[in-house]
């Protein structure tokens, strides 16, 4: 159930990106939860990987680089997730701002965060 849960938060988190300007996703239902399966796959295995070999960065601005690292790291994913396009970082950014916002509201709805 957890997992249908995160797969769902995901698909809802990357939904909400569109009111960005310079990220579209044009695809299906089942393409959108296709794509909140392969985000969380993604952020499962690269963020971790991406948050240790930008750890100096991190240090050195005082955590603001976290932004940047979310940003290209949904810029990349849209490579992977068919039908989701993000034009650039800055569009990148933005939209990671609206996923982590997105995630911490329907964690706050659904009670999935907790253990």
Do not use: C, E
């Not at 909400?16 to 969380?40: E, N, R």
């Not at 068919?82 to 995630?103: F, W």
């Amino acid at each position: 159930m957890k997992l249908l849960l995160a797969i769902v938060g995901n698909a809802l988190a990357l939904l909400a990106t569109t009111v960005v300007p310079g990220i579209t996703f044009g695809g299906s239902w089942l393409q959108l939860l296709i794509a909140g399966l392969v985000f969380g796959v993604f952020n499962l295995i690269v963020r971790p990987i991406a948050l240790f070999l930008s750890l100096p960065a991190l240090i050195l601005t005082l955590g603001l680089f976290y932004f940047v690292l979310n940003g290209l790291l949904l810029w990349l994913a849209s490579y992977l997730v068919p039908g989701y396009h993000v034009s650039g970082l800055i569009a990148g950014i933005l939209g990671s701002l609206v996923v982590s916002v997105v995630s911490w509201a329907f964690h706050a709805l659904t009670g999935s965060g907790k253990d």
